[in-house]
């Protein structure tokens, strides 16, 4: 494929101004491109699917089917926001699918990293392709390739790419935020009225929680861990640190230790705080967070979360750790 290149006469879009200006030319260019047809997107709720789904229904409303996969692995709260505000506020033609029991149960026993990483990649292409060919008269697929996806690939983001679709599916792509760096991409997200939460959102790997519920997945830990995380991300905004920091979160591991709560001997998982800065993720340094925060934060993981007994604080750069554990 030939290499998509961004033209040097471009202008950085760094104000609402030049935002809209971009949406008003990409929504002429998506009508032109699709005409009365319909566009498929798989919208997982992040900054890059979220910004191309409200540009798509500016520009061509209905015609847009977006598929919210459930996962299972998603954040607390996740994928409930989606449904609120494409689903809801939106108003868009939203199909919402909760396959967690068919990721969980792939995933139940598989302890091994990049086995993991395989089933869920797997999994999410074939639930997708099983809803794509319950529909009909699709003939494009809505894409949230940005311009750094392009200069370090083919321009086809992995986890997008619905790449086990029928021969005879073939469609065209529709890909309008392809020559926009993330920053761009949040500033004409924010200009389409989609929510700071959202488009303001830090990182969040494809695999979701499944790559920090650490081992074989189960159930009763991997809702720990989603608790777990909600309060970190809660103190974290309550504590003008959300901003600060590129990505925080917790990772839990498959063991545990003695602990004592309530005057009786109290078996739990360990909860691990990573949070760390960086500006392309190839190198990471470690944010300090007070320590009263630390107490706080502690204190609220270790008495509202079922199954956590002990809180720590991975202070390990990248490298020499990854920024996630698996
Ligand atoms: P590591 O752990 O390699 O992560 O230091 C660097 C950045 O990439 C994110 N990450 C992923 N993102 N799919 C993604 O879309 C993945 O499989 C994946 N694995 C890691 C990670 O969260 C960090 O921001």
Known sequence: MEKIIRPETMERIT???LADAFIAEQVAEIRAQVGDKKVLLALSGGVDSSVVAALLIKAIGKQLVCVHVNHGLMRKGESEQVIEVFGKELD???????ATDRFLDKLA???EPEKKRKIIGN???????EEA?????????GQGTIYPDILESDGVKAHHNVGGLPEDMKMGLVEPVKLLYKDEVRVVGSALGLPDSMVYRQPFPGPGLGVRCLGAITRDRLHAL?????????????????????????????????GVRDDKRYEGWPAIIRAVNTVDAMTATIEEIPYELLHHITHRITHEVEGINRVCLDLTPKPIGTIEWE
């Open 109 to 111: 026993g598989v302890a």
């Open 226 to 258: 989603r608790e777990a995380d909600a309060i970190l991300r809660e103190e974290f905004d309550k504590n003008g640190l959300a901003g600060k920091v590129w990505q925080y979160f917790i990772a839990v591991p498959d063991f545990k230790s003695v």
């Open 92 to 98: 868009a033609n939203l199909i919402y699918i909760d």
């Open 15 to 17: 104000t609402k101004e």
């Open 123 to 129: 999994e999410f292409i074939e639930v997708f392709d």
């Open 133 to 141: 060919a319950k529909l009909e008269g699709i003939e494009f697929l």
